[in-house]
C-alpha cells in the first residue's frame, strides 16, 4: 500500500497494483480498476515515484527471503518505505516425516482414527 493526500487534506492509502492509471489535467487523479478517482496533492511524478519506491521495497524483501541468493544493489536497502515490515518464521518440517500440519489430521476413514 502507498500513502496519498486528497486536495481536502484527507489521508488514506491505495494499493498501487489496483491502479488503472495517473491523469494530470488539471489536477493529478488516480483512476483505480474498478473506476474510483482520487484526486491527490502529488505530482505524476511524485505518484510514480511512490510507486517504484514500493515496488523497490517489494523486491528487497522478496530477495531477502529467498536466502539473499542474488546481489542487491548498495542503495536497495535504503527504500524510502521503511515501515514495511516482513518477518520469516522458522519451520521444522522433520516433525512426522515432513508432513504438514494438514497431512497429521486422522483419516475418518482408517479404523481408530479419530
Not at 505530482?43 to 536466502?67: E, N
Request: contains cysteine; proline residues 4%.
Amino acid at each position: 500500500m502507498i500513502g496519498v493526500t486528497c486536495r481536502n487534506g484527507e489521508h488514506f492509502s491505495v494499493d498501487p497494483t489496483h491502479i488503472e492509471r495517473i491523469e494530470t489535467v488539471p489536477d493529478t487523479e488516480i483512476i483505480l480498476l474498478d473506476g474510483t478517482r482520487y484526486v491527490v496533492e502529488d505530482s505524476l511524478d511524485g505518484v510514480i515515484r511512490t510507486v517504484r519506491d514500493h515496488h523497490a521495497a517489494l523486491l528487497v524483501v522478496q530477495k531477502r527471503l529467498a536466502g539473499g541468493t542474488a546481489e542487491l544493489a548498495d542503495h536497495a536497502t535504503t527504500v524510502r518505505n521503511s515501515s514495511l515490515r516482513v518477518e520469516r518464521r522458522q519451520y521444522d518440517r522433520s516433525v512426522d516425516n515432513g508432513r504438514s500440519a494438514a497431512d497429521r489430521r486422522p483419516d475418518p476413514e482408517t479404523p481408530g482414527a479419530g
